[in-house]
């Protein structure tokens, strides 16, 4: 089966996300695009994916349409996503810089 605008043959571990239409090179790939907390189906949806431009500022590389994760420490990415994540929603409480 073909996926996605791009209609790529997902193999072996790659996945396509309904989403934001992009498509990883890996199932861990996948998972770091996708950013926030897990809450009770009754709240808000929380979860989020990282655009384009998050992807590729925080090293993130695309190969044949299919992104693959930064080479360098995926911990200091995380918590970039983290910060970037309260700014855009307005903060939930008092930012500590
Ligand atoms: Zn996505």
New binding site residues.
Partial sequence: MNYGPLKLKLTGQKTY??????YFNSVYA?DK??VGKHVPISEPAQR???SEAQLRSGGWNKKGGFWLTPKRAPVALHTRQGKAISERKGGRGPRRA
């Fill in positions: 996300c309904h989403h934001c239409e992009q996948f695009h996708r989020l994916c990282l």
